[in-house]
Structures are given as C-alpha cells and as structure tokens.
C-alpha cells in the first residue's frame, strides 16, 4: 500500500501547468512573436485563396477560433476540414494556393500527419502549429509554429491551449501585417484572473452535484463554450452541451428551465450585444444562469466571474477560457476525482 504522505496530490499537475501559463504567454510574445511573423509574411506573399484548418480535440476549438480570425480580421474564406474525406475515402481536391493550418498539441496523430501530408501533395500551402517542433506533423509541413508551451503532462490539455491561441492571433496579424499590439497584456491579465481562484472554488460549488450543463456564446466566444465543454466532460464527467447562442434558440432552448444550470461567455464586444437575446430568454426560463464576462452582465446573472473590461475583442478569448479552466479543476477535485487523470483518456489521442 502506498504511503498517504507520500501519494500524488490529485490534480497537482494540472494546477501548475495552468498557473504557467502567463509565463507561457510571456514567452511567446518575447520569443516566438518575430518567428511567427516571419512565417506569416513569408505566407502572405504567395497570396493564399483561403485558409483551411484542420486539428482535433481541444485545438480544434483553437483552430475554430482562428476560423473567426480569418475571416473578421483577414477577410478570407476560412473552414474546418474533414479529415476523413482525404484518410477514409481518399478525396483529392485542388489545394492550389490554398493555407492549410494543422494544429495538434503533440503532432503524433497519425490522421493529422495524413492529412496534412496530402494537402502539401495537393498544391497547398501547409503550416504546422504544435507544441512539438520535432513531430511527425511538423516534418512533413512546409512551414512549423512551435507554441513554446513546455512539456504538458496532464491529461487535460490547458497551457498548450492559450498557446495555441495566442500563436494563432500572432499568426493571423502577421498575414495582415500587424503587429499584435492587441495582445501584449495578456500575460498580466491573465495573472490577474489566475490569482482569483478563490472565487471560482466557491463557484465550483454550484455544479458538484451537477448532471448536466448548458455552455453558450457567440463570435469569439463560442470556441471558448466548446473548450469550456471538453475541459468539464473530460474531468468532472458531467455532460456539458456547448451551443453558439444562435443555434441554441433554435430548439435547444427547449431542455433549459428552472434548475438548469447554464454558463455564458458573454465577450464585451460583438459577440456580447448578439448574445443578449440569448440571455434574455434564459432569464425568462428562469434559468440558473452564470455569466463569465462585464460586471453589467455578471451582476444581472444567478453567478459569475468578471473579467478585465477593455481587452480587444478577438484576444478575449485567451482570457474567457481561464476561469473555466479552474472551474472544471475545482468542480472535479470538489467530485473526489483527479483531475490530472482522467479515466480513458490518453495524451497523445492516435485516430486514423
């Protein structure tokens, strides 16, 4: 029998790698910033037609977010692809001019390596972003972004995500010849927001003896409600429904009444004006409703937690994903669970 004093601490491992992550964003900015734009310029001179993003798991909602990016900031055609149609059924379309983006934590997953390596066989400009610069996915792009996240030993994948997106962002704003100014106080903010886990361990209470969630947002925020999703399931194992505010008044909306427990992401910006319908209308259902964002909107809400007021739109989400990190580490240690190893997950998921 092991020794109590001596036994991992559940969850020790996930709550160091997201106390790194101001450190992470830090570095990213100092070190990894004038490589990413030398890659986006050298990109942007051939001129893609548009941009196709192709990733799984927790960096397919950082891909889903750089789809927003893309096509707000760029003014191009963006999409997620399906891998199946090139691994599964052998698909060969014209890729001439086209930016494919693959984004993988690990770069291992044989269908990503595939994938990517026909869409470079297809005429396509590939651009690998991983968290590994030795990966079998990063040899076989033309171009490679590593996210400078260290190694991630938790299951729960959370410092390589903000990585991700704030590599992402980077990337976006060098193909528009920007200079990502919007994005340089993120590693203070987010410092800030990690330091108030107090709050969201109090929050955690609420959702201990959940059987299920609703999660909702709109424009940047939407990738957050689905990380927000993943993050919950794959700890707490309470099935968490992520819907873009939009798709959820068109009949979701119907599962939600009075003891249902609902997080919104609300962005101050776009996105939060086109969610205030949403949130009317959960009011009126008489919703438990909890709001991460402006203190307006956490203030009319059941809960909430504020977030800093005056961060450009398309980088709030590197900090709305922050607190619900810490929620689904707080809702599982609160369940007895470990969060750090999560039951039939592995690190590297290897699908074909």
Same mark, same amino acid.
């Given at each position: ?51 196709? @993003?192709? &990733?799984?798991? #927790?960096?397919?909602?950082?891909? *889903?977010?750089?789809?927003? +990016? $893309? %096509?707000? =900031?760029? !003014? ?78 938790? @299951?729960? &994948?959370?410092? #390589?995500?903000?990585?991700?997106? *704030?590599?992402?962002?980077? +990337? $976006? %704003?060098? =193909?528009? !010849? ?175």
């Amino acid at each position: 029998m092991s020794d109590p004093q001596t036994a991992p601490v559940p969850g020790r491992i996930m709550a160091a790698e997201m106390a790194e992550q101001p450190a992470v964003l830090r570095r990213i900015l100092d070190e990894g910033a004038p490589k990413i734009f030398d890659i986006a310029a050298r990109i942007a001179a051939r001129n893609p037609r548009f941009v196709l @993003l192709t &990733a799984r798991g #927790t960096s397919d909602n950082a891909a *889903l977010y750089a789809k927003y +990016l $893309v %096509e707000i =900031l760029l !003014g191009k055609p963006a999409g997620l692809t399906s891998m199946s149609t090139t691994t599964a059924y052998g698909a060969k379309p014209d890729l001439t001019d086209v930016l494919v983006v693959t984004v993988s934590q690990s770069g291992g997953s044989p269908d990503l390596v595939a994938s990517t390596k026909a869409a470079r066989e297809a005429g396509a400009i590939t651009l690998a972003v991983t968290n590994n610069a030795s990966s079998p996915l990063a040899e076989v792009s033309e171009f490679h972004i590593d996210v400078l996240a260290g190694p991630e030993k938790a @299951l729960p &994948a959370t410092k #390589t995500y903000t990585a991700e997106l *704030l590599s992402l962002y980077l +990337l $976006v %704003e060098g =193909l528009r !010849g920007g200079d990502g100014a919007a994005a340089r106080e993120l590693p203070e903010l987010a410092a800030g927001i990690l330091a108030r886990q107090p709050e969201v361990k109090a929050l955690a209470e609420r959702y201990r003896f959940a059987q299920r969630l609703v999660i909702t947002s709109r424009g940047y925020g939407y990738p957050t409600a689905r990380e927000a999703a993943l993050k919950l399931m794959e700890t707490t194992y309470i099935p968490a429904s992520p819907f873009s505010g939009a798709d959820l008044l068109h009949g979701p909306l119907a599962m939600v009444d009075n003891v249902s427990p609902v997080i919104a992401i609300v962005p101050e910006g776009k996105g939060g004006e086109a969610l205030q319908p949403v949130l009317d209308r959960l009011r009126g259902r008489g919703a438990d409703l909890v709001v991460i964002g402006q203190r307006q909107q956490v203030d009319a809400a059941s809960a909430g937690f504020v977030l800093p007021a005056g961060v450009p739109e398309e980088v709030q989400t590197v900090l709305e994903i922050l607190p619900l990190q810490l929620l689904a580490y707080e809702v599982t240690i609160a369940r007895g669970q470990d969060p750090d190893a999560p039951r039939a997950l592995a690190k590297v998921t290897e699908t074909h």
